[in-house]
């Protein structure tokens, strides 16, 4: 088979902001097997999906930072596939046939011994200009056939990123849909009230700063110094910006912060605001709310030309809005019906109808990715829930329930949720941590994600382009 490289630039996350560099993949036939499809996969629409057994051997390298380098690609990712809820990586120490030569085909009746039923092999070296490769092949372990196979160029400190990569390209391989693991999660993490040094200060009593790490609590590093309040971070759909709030001289003041580049400028001061705005899908406007003379309402703003439009025009209290994913409807809350309810208006703020009809008050609706479902906070009996919906109101389910949780961000391929979870210490709530989560739509993959201090309001990134 005839090799067909594409050249891709690629931003990679590192400690500091990332030059642009070439990332190199190809699809190939990287031995005599001829590649084929296979019948290996895994139907993620269905409500509870058995675990695929997988095996991820680490990749070789002849030299010592290469096969480092290749430990810990394959770590990163059966620790990926793990935690989605859809993969079940075998533990290395069932393993008969050693990792091997990538070029000699696998002893495939040795893996099906111990129940695998796809094989991720790879192999890393450093070439002569210090670039790592890394390549890669997904094996159907019972057809006996090559799923797919790709290769890397990237610098070394980069390792992570392509385990990532290679995650997203296995998992689409698999499950016929986009990967969510080449992601970042931005939020605001705060210091906890006996910390020295930065943070809880006059201007920023509960020391909060914005921090951004990779999906998986890794890379993790701060945008914010902690010298001023910040709130609500959002993400740009298209671009790795945010959006965030901050005040100055008391009154909210939005900012739009570059990740890669680290360029910060002020969208401008919107008295009455208490949530960040949200970007629409092409990332050209942003859609928020203010109130002015004590009432609230919704307005959408061309980040072109900063023109503001009034959408609602209501006395009662309308927050919190979300585009649909083609931008022509929007999902916000309102008591305009006596108590905290969803309602959907297109994008010109018509056609205006309720959709929630539950017992409890609805909250921070976050329209999903791929336009199937609301995501959405609930109160109810004295307790929180995240829950979903359909656009039309139907089919509400309920994913996560305790004391306090909130926040719902979805994952850019649409199938798993982050939001933080604030623990209870004292009888009045106060005293306990905040910790972000992860949940898929079956509501049984429920994870802590890892951070090194209280964390709220997150936000998850596109793909890295």
Known sequence: MTIRPMIMPAKFALKTFAPLIALLAFAAALSDARPARAEITIDITRGNVEPLPIAVTDFVGKSGAAARAGREIAGVIAANLERSGLFKPIDPKAFIQSAGALNALPRFGDWRVINAQALVQGRTEVVSDGRLRVEFRLWDVFSEQQMIGLAYFTVPDNWRRVAHIISDSIYKRITGEDGYFDTRIVYVAEQPKDAKGVGRNRLNPFGKRLAIMDQDGENHRFLTDGTTLVLTPRFSPTLQEITYMSYFRNNPRVY??????????????????????????????????????????????????????????????????????????????????????????????????????????????????????????????????????????????????????????????????????????????????????????????????????????????????
């Open 256 to 465: 739009i912060f570059n990740i890669d580049t680290g360029r910060q400028e002020v969208l401008g001061d919107f008295p009455g605001m208490t949530f960040a705005p949200r970007f629409s899908p092409d990332g050209k406007k942003i859609i928020m709310s203010m109130a002015k003379d004590g009432n609230s309402e919704i307005y959408v703003m061309d980040l072109r030309t900063r023109v503001v439009r009034q959408l609602t025009f209501h006395s009662a209290i309308d927050t919190s809005p979300s585009f649909s994913p083609d931008a022509n409807q929007v999902v916000f809350n309102s008591d305009r019906g006596g108590s905290q309810q969803l309602y959907v208006m297109d994008d010109r703020g018509k056609n205006v109808r309720r959709i929630s009809f539950g017992n409890g008050r609805y909250a921070t609706p976050v329209w999903s990715p791929r336009g199937d479902l609301i995501a959405f906070t609930k109160l109810s009996g004295g307790r929180f829930f995240i829950g979903v919906m359909k656009p039309d109101g139907s089919g509400e389910r309920l994913l996560a329930e305790d004391f306090k949780i909130e926040g719902p961000t979805w994952s850019p391929n649409g199938r798993v949720l982050i939001f933080y979870r604030k623990g209870r210490s004292e009888k009045d709530g106060s005293g306990g941590q905040s910790k972000l989560w992860s949940i898929d739509l079956t509501g049984h993959n429920e994870r802590e994600i890892p951070t090194p201090m209280d964390a709220s309001d997150p936000a998850w990134s596109p793909l890295i382009p």
